[in-house]
């Protein structure tokens, strides 16, 4: 296939080939990926300016995305991508293996350190979904901080660079500069840009800081939204409300009293917030884990809601996103005597066969599927059965079929239970809320309003 770029994908070619460190902030769906290829391919045959490069991604993205998108274009056929996954001994294998592009997953990033150590090969290193390195205390932030001075060229690839606030900045620039723009310390950078409040333990902008911040950057860094630079198909969200049957009711009020009942709004934090509301979520879904591990099923309602949203789909395919793995296992069993073609997405083959439409339902957790993937020619529909507090992994999700390349309006459905706390999460992501601030407000009124029954 012959690469017709666009006016904004030559910029940011010219970028990578002018910038020894870059931070490519592109919405999903703007091509990164092609991008950094072609850049890749100018710099090793055109200017011999580089000689290996590695690609740091999410395992899914590791397993074929980068390998499929140098193999789709015409102009990138003298690329070889290998990627550097499975075991220790087929990692070796991998390494010891001639390529240009070599592409291994973040959680293998402490190990690849380790390996060289002084022997570091790579002249150019490229982390895609660099929001993965927000977390200056990570390990894979560490050990590539070990590296970075053996690399001459360092690129971060994202959609979402600070998805919780400008505070998750300082690791990933540091990698980009180490240290020149932001500080070589985050506690200096937080000590200049933000006040810190001891009673929530969170961070807020000063005021003008973000304008400082994005100045300092903005030679470093390249953000652009997709909405400004493409012309994709609408996308259009439908919630579907779930509403208990009187036994269910029942059922989901007793249980969710008892816990909230349990807890002091005045004493409750993040961590013990986030077990709770997991636990009402599971209850909206249908099910909850008991202290064994085993199911305990409390309702269908929710998953007749499913099936009568999949037959209302007149045998159109959907993506369909869960959230815990009892839900996989009950929409499964649901499915199984439909005749669709469902299939859990596990690898490259899923993603290839939804493609082809050969696949009815394709079963997905966000967190698995979030980056990387080109799922938009199997499909238009998604479902979300289950919904979870991150809005990142909401908005990438998503995206997996509203992109480039899509030629339908994308339909998103959100299954939810009215009055449950699906209501309080489905409104933290069309609020776009920081996620700890609203899972903390919606719980506490949940809380209260028990105790006041």
């Known amino acids: 296939m012959k690469f017709n770029p ?19 902030f592109l919405d999903m769906g703007l091509g990164k990926t ?16 580089i000689s290996k490069v590695l690609v740091i991604a999410p395992k899914k993205v590791a397993e074929a995305t980068w390998s499929k998108e140098a193999a789709k274009w015409g102009h990138l056929k003298m690329l070889r991508v290998i990627s550097v996954l499975g075991t220790q001994t087929k990692r070796v294998r991998a390494l010891n293996t001639p390529a240009d592009i070599y592409v291994i997953n973040r959680d293998n990033v402490q190990w690849l350190v380790d390996y060289y150590r002084n022997a570091w090969p790579f002249d150019m290193v ?12 990570a390990k894979r932030f560490k050990s590539l901080t070990w590296v970075r001075k053996h690399m001459t060229r360092f690129v971060g ?56 911040i994005k100045g300092s950057i903005g030679d470093i860094c390249v953000s652009m939204s997709a909405e400004d630079y493409l012309e994709l198909p609408d996308c259009i969200t439908v919630d579907v409300p779930v509403v208990l049957d009187s036994k269910a009711q029942a059922a989901y009020t007793k249980l969710e009293k008892e816990m909230l009942l349990e807890i002091d709004e005045s004493t409750i934090d993040a961590g013990s917030a986030a077990v709770l509301t997991n636990k009402l979520l599971q209850l909206c879904n249908g099910a909850v884990y008991d202290e064994n591990r085993q199911i305990v099923e409390i309702h269908n309602c929710k998953i007749e809601a499913f099936m009568e949203l999949v037959e209302g789909l007149n045998g159109k395919s959907a993506l369909v996103f869960y959230n815990f793995q009892h839900d996989l296992a009950r929409i499964k ?11 859990e997405l596990k690898g490259p083959k899923d993603e290839d066969d939804w493609n082809d439409r050969k696949i009815d339902i ?50 998103i459905h959100h299954l939810i239970v009215e009055d449950g706390v699906d209501s309080d999460v489905i409104q933290a992501l069309q609020d776009k809320s920081t996620t700890q601030n609203r899972l903390l407000e919606a719980l506490k009124a949940r809380i209260e309003k028990v105790k006041g029954v």
């Open 6 to 24: 666009h006016a904004y994908q030559l910029y940011c070619i010219n970028r990578l080939l002018n910038d020894k460190s870059i931070g490519l």
């Open 34 to 49: 092609v991008i950094t290829l072609t850049a890749i391919n100018d710099l090793k045959y055109n200017r011999f300016a």
């Open 126 to 137: 490229v982390v895609d979904e660099f929001s993965s390195f927000k977390n200056h205390q």
């Open 157 to 212: 690839l994202t959609g979402t660079p600070a998805p919780n606030g400008l505070i998750d900045l300082w690791a990933q620039v540091y990698l980009l500069d180490e240290g020149e723009r932001l500080g070589k310390f985050v506690s200096h950078f937080r000590t200049r840009y933000f006040d810190y409040n001891p009673y929530n333990m969170t961070y807020t902008l000063k005021p003008g800081a973000d304008e400082i």
């Open 333 to 343: 069993k649901a499915l199984a005597k439909t005749g669709l073609r469902v299939r």
């Open 362 to 411: 394709l079963l997905a957790h966000p967190a698995s599927c979030a980056y990387g993937l080109n799922l938009q020619k199997g499909g238009n529909h998604i479902i979300w059965f289950g919904l979870n507090w991150s809005l990142e992994l909401y908005q990438q999700a998503n995206k997996r079929l509203h992109r480039q390349g899509q030629a339908e309006k994308v339909i």
